[in-house]
């Protein structure tokens, strides 16, 4: 079984840029389909990004496409989170999760983004 651990979060100003990491520990990262979802205070958890292990395709929510990419190092076991145009509604916990087939069921603790106005 994979561990995740996620790091990077912080608090900016809107406008500005963070970048999470999720790094993987216990077993070869390079075959999970990872993604990274957020859930704010008061709203369910939300899907924000994900990248296939197959062939390192990437998907994202509306809400955040064209702002934050997604990208993963197989070398490092590590899956990245570039944050851009970030606005104050992007304030969440954000989670990184693993997948072999179906279900997302590996989770990491959480890390707290926070962006002021």
């Known amino acids: 079984q994979v561990q995740l651990v996620e790091s990077g979060g912080g608090l900016v100003q809107a406008g500005g840029s963070l970048r999470l990491s999720c790094a993987a520990s216990?077993?070869?990262?390079?075959?999970?389909?990872v993604g990274w979802f957020r859930q704010a205070p008061g709203k369910e958890r939300e899907f924000v990004a994900g990248?296939?292990?197959?062939?390192?395709?990437?998907y994202y929510a509306d809400s955040v496409k064209g702002r934050f990419t997604i990208s993963r190092d197989n070398a490092k076991n590590t899956v990245y989170l570039q944050m851009n145009s970030l606005k104050p509604e992007d304030t969440a916990v954000y989670y990184c999760?693993?997948?072999?087939?179906?279900?997302?069921?590996?989770w990491g603790q959480g890390t707290q983004v926070t962006v002021s106005s």
């Open positions: 999760a693993a997948k072999v087939v179906l279900t997302y069921d590996v």
């Open positions: 216990g077993r070869t990262f390079s075959r999970y389909t």
């Open positions: 990248i296939r292990w197959t062939d390192s395709s990437t």
